[in-house]
């Protein structure tokens, strides 16, 4: 897609976040054209050195933002983050309550200096009793069930990614579009918006929550669950690979079972109904095992894409790679990481005008563009040098 036809073109962001959530939020805002400005400190966000599971943090979701340093401990950098806002349509923060007053940049501040502004802080939790507490992803998958529903009670899971960080930063960039419609409509304030962890994560459990209001029954964990398919499981191929099936409709009983060499099912008078099937799984699932165990990945997948039965080989994230839909135009888009190095990403999942969002986006060397800005605002206090971020071991 060209600037021209971004959406945000026009709005700018200044943001100060770290990790996952905040910077997420801007990293969707900077993709739907908005001029995103990250504000670093001198030894830069933390998370562009981190290693490990971490190496991704930084360069995913800062990519596409301009990188300005200013060192707070100093009055003129503190009025410079200052002039910056006063440009600004939006603020992005995600520090705990009390830390931005200690630079000037308290809730009563902005609102007397910018009342234009919205301002967004991604927080631990909404306002009550916890909103005082420092949260992680993992955390709140525990507290709020989530991890118990993913494992077992016994044995809690996190998800295996940032999935509810990733999330909230979602319902930031919602809540944003929200309010810039809501001024755009003529409102002369900007908004005060704030994003909990936690209640993104009980957003996510809801379904559990509002399904125990309803029958007083305690939802099973997904180890422990109820199928509420006669197959609905994962099996072994013939070449070693496992595949998952899902059978959810009385037309797909009938093609699986013709297909495979089950007419024996469809013969069963006690196997009318998916009820029967279900009750029947101990029986059924055997037989289908042995059935697909016959075939290679390839050849069920053929059959099972002709029968509009869904199904899913077992794949690890790097297989993701060499995956065909994900390999065609526009699925994976070319980003430059601070060091020049390219990598490539899934793109913004959405099509805009039949587009996809996200290629060439470049991940700025700490301090890129603080003398640029600097400029623009009349600011004629000396640049923090440019340090470029290394990569991550």
Partial sequence: MTGTELPLEGVRVVEMTHMVMGPTCGMILAQLGAEVIKVEPPSGDKTRTLGGMGTAFFPLFNRGKRSVVLDFALAEDRETMHRLLATADVFLENFRDGQLEKQGLGREELRRRHPHLITVGHKGFLSGPYEHRPALDEVVQMMSGLATMTGTKEKPQRVGSSANDIMGGMFGAISILAALY????????????????????????????????????????????EHAWPVYDIFDTAGGDRIFIGVVTEGHWQSFC??????????????RTTTDRILARARILPRVAEAIKRRTMPELAAKLDA????????NRPEDLFDDPHVLRPGGLVNNIDADGAPFRVPALPIEWNGAHIGEGLKVSPLGADTAAIRAELGDHQPAVPERAAGRRA
């Fill in 182 to 225: 809501h001024k755009r409509g003529g409102a002369a304030a900007g908004a005060e918006i704030r994003i909990g962890l936690f209640e993104n994560c009980l957003f996510l459990v809801a379904q559990h929550m509002v399904q125990y209001e309803m029958t007083g029954i305690k939802p099973l964990s997904m180890p422990e669950r």
């Fill in 258 to 271: 013709r297909e495979f060499g089950l007419q024996e099912f469809l013969d069963d008078p006690t196997l």
């Fill in 307 to 314: 029968l509009n039965i869904c199904f899913s080989a077992i």
